[in-house]
């Protein structure tokens, strides 16, 4: 038996006010996740059968002290904008004396910043993870596995699906890929995992489905490749029949989506096999309609065609089109925001997702401004509703984050007018439907009650209803998808109006202190010797100061609860600022007696 039998995996928190977290549609289904750690179920399924393993995904459940005591070993994976939660989990395992092992995104492009990690495994792991398994077993294990050559995932195990509790989730994961041919200069896939897509084989994916099957698992499935037609002649030859044959055996329990590049659309053979074996909805990045940007970029496959009829054409073979968004390019003008809107509106993406430019670690982007000196600090892995960017930008800063506020506060406006209409032309540009419905269950119609009961009694609840009724009438087949889409648009509006107003209550906060730094020096320049006059300018100060916090605590406490940590992390810089300034001005007025 080895000596460290007892394997803890635990994946942390990655933050829930985000677009990407699905957090506030998920309460309407009783879930608590989007999707699970597939990484970690991946690695998992590398362990000889006589080690004990136990999932902890800090998502959907605590990570107990328990655990970490049971645990011989604890395994951590995790994402840029998941490292503050994973410190934690750190700081906890050293605190019990318990080994860290450390993988993932994070530690593989900033492992000098973590501290409290006995061993770093870096990059893909399944022709590294037995020999350090060996070397902990035989106590010579080093510091640091390096990234080692790409290796081959054709007949890679399966994922042990077993240790999730599957309920928890609103969709499940799997991996056909890895690598994409294409070189964005703001992505770091192609760096880390190659230009040369590997891919698993057919009979490897469908163990993959029937594994999630057995496990009881129905409904939607992400295959998370970043670029699913990255090598399109095996996925058109091998994969799509063998996902359409297992899916008509089984009654099509799974719908899939996944992440593609634009080119998909100029090949209807694909577009029709990705239909037929369940696909209904692909991921693409658009980034931007500005050539000039695309050009900046490397985005040269968006370069080679008309984006918007591309679209269009994907959504017609019964298809939706989330899409990816940038602003921030060197080559962005003014209007570009104005221009971002106007293609997100017209091509009828529901679901679009738009963030500032950022630059990571290990990507060309981040070479290229660092040499000419304009990096500002670290990325927080979050490229969404984040009003601030890591890079010195050749727009203005001000112009860019207000242009941006822009961007967001119309897509998803308060009303949510413009969200619904997007769905609305989506469902007509449709002609493909049969694949894009979905069976209404017992647990469906309660979802729509409960939708039902909540979501009329919204700022954009005649806009809801409106959008109910429409398709109720016209597109009767995918109603089923029309109450999906309502319950997404809760998310979207929530977080983009939160964001907004946390924003807002940011500048009040800024606002309310300067006016005190101003009272200050008013009365500092009036202060007189021995003066009675000064007592009362202290105490009107005092009375100042407490007015001005209990104003700003007001305004904080209107924000949604996810939404206030940078608040009021700020609110009480501002408080002990306050102080500060109140204590100097009291030496000044009131001098200790001779």
Wanted: hydrophobic share 40%.
């Amino acid at each position: 038996m080895p000596n460290y039998q007892n394997i803890l995996m635990v994946y942390p928190e990655v933050p829930s006010n985000t677009y990407w977290s699905f957090k506030y549609a998920l309460k309407f289904i009783h879930k608590k996740s989007s999707m699970p750690p597939l990484g970690l179920l991946t690695v998992a399924a590398l362990f000889p059968p006589d080690y004990h393993l136990k999932l902890v995904d800090m998502n959907i459940e605590s990570l107990c002290d328990e655990d970490i005591e049971w645990a011989d070993a604890v395994f951590i994976s995790a994402m840029i904008v998941q490292k503050e939660s994973m410190q934690s989990v750190i700081t906890r395992c050293k605190q019990m004396h318990t080994k860290v092992v450390l993988g993932g995104p994070y530690a593989n492009s900033n492992r000098e910043e973590i501290e409290g990690v006995d061993h770093f495994v870096l990059g893909e792991v399944e022709e590294t993870l037995q020999p350090f398994l060996s070397d902990l077993e035989n106590g010579v294990a080093k510091e640091i596995y390096p990234l080692p050559p790409h290796p081959d995932i054709s007949k890679a195990p399966t994922p042990r699906f077993d240790l999730l509790k599957m309920d928890a989730y609103g969709s499940m994961a799997v991996q056909y890929s890895r690598g994409c041919p294409f070189h964005c200069e703001f992505c770091d896939i192609w760096v880390i995992y190659g230009n040369t897509p590997r891919l698993k084989s057919a009979d490897t994916m469908v163990a993959e489905m029937e594994a999630l099957y057995q496990q009881g698992w129905r409904g939607p499935v992400f295959l998370v490749d970043d670029n699913f037609i990255g090598n399109k002649k095996r996925a058109k030859a091998e994969l799509l029949p063998a996902l359409k044959q297992w899916q008509e055996a089984h009654g099509h329990p799974f719908h899939f989506f996944t992440e593609a590049s634009i080119n998909m659309a100029s090949d209807d053979d694909l577009l029709a096999l990705m239909r037929e074996a369940g696909f209904n909805e692909v991921f693409i990045g658009i980034e931007t309609p500005d050539r000039e940007g695309l050009k900046e970029t490397g985005k040269v496959q968006n370069l080679k065609t008309d984006m918007g009829e591309a679209v269009r054409h994907i959504q017609k073979h019964g298809i939706e089109v989330m899409a990816g968004f940038i602003v921030g390019f060197d080559n962005d003008k003014p209007d570009i925001f104005e221009r971002q809107i106007r293609f997100i509106q017209r091509n009828a993406i529901p679901k679009a997702m738009i963030g500032l430019l950022v630059a990571l670690p290990g990507t060309k982007l981040y070479q290229r401004l660092k040499s000419e000196g304009r990096i500002l600090g670290s990325s927080i892995g979050n490229n969404t509703h984040v009003l601030s960017t890591n890079f010195k930008t050749v727009m203005d800063g001000d112009r860019l984050k207000e242009g941006y506020k822009k961007i967001l506060a119309n897509i998803y406006d308060f009303r949510l007018k413009k969200y619904f209409e997007r769905c609305n032309r989506l469902f007509d540009n449709m002609e493909y439907t049969e694949y894009f419905q979905r069976q209404i269950k017992l647990q469906e119609v309660k979802i729509f009650i409960k939708s039902l009961l909540r979501q009329p009694f919204t700022p954009y609840g005649w806009q809801y209803l409106k959008f109910l009724g429409r398709n109720f009438l016209k597109h009767r087949e995918v109603f089923g998808e029309a109450v999906s889409m309502g319950i997404t648009g809760h998310h979207f509006h929530t977080i983009t109006q939160e964001t907004l107003k946390k924003e807002k209550t940011a500048s009040i906060l800024e606002e309310k202190y300067h006016y005190f730094v101003g009272l200050v020096n008013q009365y500092s320049k009036s202060l007189m010797t021995n003066s009675i006059d000064n007592i009362d300018y202290a105490a009107k100060l005092w009375k100042k100061r407490v007015k001005l916090l209990k104003e700003m605590q007001h305004k904080i406490n209107k924000i949604h609860i996810d939404f206030r940590e940078d608040l009021n992390s700020r609110y009480m810089e501002i408080s002990k600022q306050m102080r500060e300034l109140m204590n100097t001005f009291e030496q000044k007025a009131l001098p200790a007696p001779k």
